[in-house]
């Protein structure tokens, strides 16, 4: 079964610098791969995707992922963080057959400090 | 605008009480989803349906039902046998053709509170 592991459960980092979120997968086959940003009390949003093509992938608002076949993750970052980027981030990951549901790790809480 | 409503956004009940949290979609997508979220435990998965009539469990199916008799809708309903149900409830829905990203758009929550 597949399981995605976010290995940072809040990450505090002070405005303007970089960020970086840590993903990582579990998958004997291709994936697809998202990255979801929630704001509290409110659903979830698809911040970015990866399901093939150049390894780099990147949001409108700055973020970008690399997927790493090899290393099986797909880590978050942006170079410079805003006060509005505070919020939770998930991982998911389809393993891209039918429409089996997305697996999901546990959230990172990102927190910018002025 | 296509997207997914949840209602009510707050729902209060007393224990022993079924209850029942709407879900609707308007972008013609075939698979629906549940999802309960508690803090630090990220997303669980409930139950999911991939085509109108039909529907699975999750990993935590104990203690509710769903129905889905249409495309649009796939209602909820928590029962009093669910021993912890205070929680946000994530509805999301997603494409099944294989030219789609399988990417899921999830609705805007119900916070349910159980006393």
């Known amino acids: 079964a597949q399981s995605v592991t976010q290995l940072d459960s809040q990450v505090p980092v002070f405005e303007e610098a970089p960020v970086e979120l840590r993903c990582n997968y579990s998958?004997?086959?291709?994936?697809?791969l998202f990255w979801y940003v929630q704001y509290p009390n409110q659903g979830l949003q698809l911040l970015l995707k990866?399901?093939?093509?150049?390894?780099l992938v990147e949001s409108i608002n700055g973020f970008e992922a690399e997927f790493n076949k090899s290393q099986t993750s797909f880590h978050l970052r942006k170079p410079s963080v805003h006060i509005s980027d505070t919020a939770e981030y998930f991982c998911a990951v389809s393993e891209g057959e039918g429409n089996t549901p997305l697996v999901f790790g546990k959230g990172t809480r990102l927190s910018v400090i002025a | 605008d296509g997207g997914i409503t949840q209602s009510p956004k707050y729902l209060f009940r007393k224990e022993g009480q079924n209850v029942t949290l709407s879900c609707e979609q308007n972008?013609?997508?075939?698979?629906m989803y549940w999802y309960r979220q508690d803090p630090g435990q990220g997303l669980r998965l409930i139950y999911y349906?991939?085509?109108?009539?039909?529907?699975q469990k999750g990993d935590i199916a104990e203690g509710y039902s769903v129905s889905r008799e249409k495309k649009e809708s796939f209602p909820l309903t928590v029962t009093s046998a669910q021993k912890n149900p205070t929680a946000f409830y994530l509805c999301a829905s997603s494409t099944t053709s294989r030219r789609g990203s399988y990417e899921q758009y999830f609705g805007p929550g119900t916070r349910l509170t159980v006393t």
């Open positions: 972008l013609n997508h075939d698979a």
């Open positions: 998958s004997s086959v291709s994936v697809y």
């Open positions: 990866y399901l093939s093509g150049s390894t």
């Open positions: 349906s991939q085509i109108v009539n039909d529907f």
